[in-house]
T-cell receptor, first 113, second 112 residues
């Protein structure tokens, strides 16, 4: 059983399109995240949700909209895609409030042409 | 603003050697320092972590050394193996809701 699963694994799309990435965790964790990893492998937090409530929003453009229908799911919708959005997007979850113990999915590689 | 500086960017070590990756931080509020290992095509996975009240933590071949006064910490991989070839990230976090700040990563290659 995959602990944190993301779909799709790969997205290739044109500039200006809208796309969504879905994430589900079966670990029973209360906190979920979206991270962006750029071409230089730098990992940057985008959003964090705790039990469906937005906790962290790291100055991400409004074109990015996370949605958490329940604490096991955190989806990411991106409007009007730009070339600079090309990256690997990782979903993660965490069991504890006060540690940095993150469980990552395998990532969704987004390529904007 | 980068809050966790990591070096080197890449590292080549012979099998059986010691791999050393260094990190430095600025924010004294950080209170948990995990290391993550990432293989190509996979997400990062927690490898080992330390809190600032201890100076060293060892798990198998992996050891974290922590110097609170210098605000530095490092990962040592003893008896490095080709299977250890991956990208390693140091990280730091503070307070609730785990806003984890990652270093820039070190690509380790262990050659036979």
């Amino acid at each position: 059983d995959t602990a944190v699963s993301q779909t799709p694994k790969y997205l290739v799309t044109q500039m200006g399109n809208d796309k969504s990435i879905k994430c589900e965790q079966n670990l029973g964790h209360d906190t979920m995240y979206w991270y962006k990893q750029d071409s230089k492998k730098f990992l940057k937090i985008m959003f964090s949700y705790n039990n469906k409530e937005l906790i962290i929003n790291e100055t991400v453009p409004n074109r990015f909209s996370p949605k958490s229908p329940d604490k096991a799911h955190l989806n990411l919708h991106i409007n009007s895609l730009e070339l600079g959005d090309s990256a690997v997007y990782f979903c993660a979850s965490s069991p504890y409030v006060d540690t940095g113990e993150l469980f990552f999915g395998e990532g969704s590689r987004l390529t904007v042409l | 603003q980068q809050q966790v500086k990591q070096s080197p960017q890449s590292l080549i070590v012979q099998k059986g050697g010691i791999s050393i990756i260094n990190c430095a931080y600025e924010n004294t509020a950080f209170d948990y320092f995990p290391w993550y290992q990432q293989f190509p095509g996979k997400g990062p996975a927690l490898l080992i972590a330390i809190r600032p009240d201890v100076s060293e933590k060892k798990e198998g071949r992996f050891t974290i050394s922590f110097n609170k006064s210098a605000k530095q910490f490092s990962l040592h991989i003893m008896d490095s193996q080709p299977g250890d070839s991956a990208t390693y990230f140091c990280a730091a976090t503070s307070g609730g809701y785990q806003k984890v700040t990652f270093g820039t990563g070190t690509k380790l290659q262990v050659i036979p």
